[in-house]
């Protein structure tokens, strides 16, 4: 079965710190994504990456970055924590060889800045 | 603009009966469709997808059906369980190329009562 992991199911973060949340699959997938999931606004985009080294905007990018040095690791950064940004923050994969493959999740960050 | 709809926040239904997850979406370009179901603290898991070249697919208990012309396709669950209650996100991409991403809906919460 693919494994998606992130490395913190909590962390509670302080306005104006720099955070870092980490993803790791084990399938040698090629395509990884983040999303943050908020009540009544569903699963949002906020970028993904096709390859390594390589990222794309999603639908809210503003106030992330990601980093993708290796093929099996997508980490999203927060360079400057705001409450707005607490949320369920949900990091995926898909193998990028079919159209409309599905994607496989982690079991997310509940991230909450104070 | 909100592209993958799912307008009911909420569901409840009896064990035993037929469970009808709604979902609607504007963008025609939109031609593969995926369903999810997530439990809380859990990141989603994949239930079921259809083609746009189909109107019908069926695994077990779990059917999806896509009405194209009308832009819309519903989950069926029969019988449903107590098991079921989660919140189902709808989701959508567009394959317009080998790498694809999806769309989602704000999700549906099913309450299945014994």
């Known amino acids: 079965d693919v494994k998606v992991t992130q490395s913190s199911r909590y962390l509670v973060k302080r306005t104006g710190e720099k955070v870092f949340l980490e993803c790791v699959q084990d399938m040698d997938h090629e395509n990884m994504f983040w999303y943050r999931q908020d009540p009544g606004l569903g699963l949002r985009l906020i970028y993904f990456s096709y390859d390594v080294k390589m990222k794309e905007k999603g639908d809210i990018p503003e106030g992330y970055s990601v980093s993708r040095e290796k093929k099996e690791r997508f980490s999203l950064i927060l360079e400057s924590a705001s409450t707005n940004q607490t949320s369920m923050y949900l990091c995926?994969?898909?193998?990028?060889?079919?159209?409309?493959?599905?994607?496989?999740f982690g079991s997310g960050t509940q991230l909450s800045v104070l | 603009d909100q592209q993958v709809k799912q307008n009911s926040p909420s569901l409840s239904v009896q064990e035993g009966r037929i469970s009808i997850l709604n979902c609607d979406y504007t963008n025609s370009m939109f031609d593969y469709f995926l369903w999810y179901k997530k439990y809380p603290a859990e990141g989603p898991t994949f239930l079921i997808s259809?083609?746009?070249?189909?109107d019908k697919n069926e695994d077990g208990r779990f059917t999806v059906f896509l009405n194209k012309s009308a832009k819309h396709l519903s989950l069926h669950i029969v019988p449903s369980q107590p098991g079921d209650s989660a919140v189902y996100f709808c989701a959508a991409s567009a394959q317009t190329g080998a790498n694809s991403k999806l769309t989602f809906g704000k999700g549906i919460t099913l309450s299945v009562r014994p």
């Open positions: 259809i083609s746009s070249i189909k």
């Open positions: 995926a994969s898909s193998p990028g060889q079919d159209k409309g493959e599905k994607l496989f």
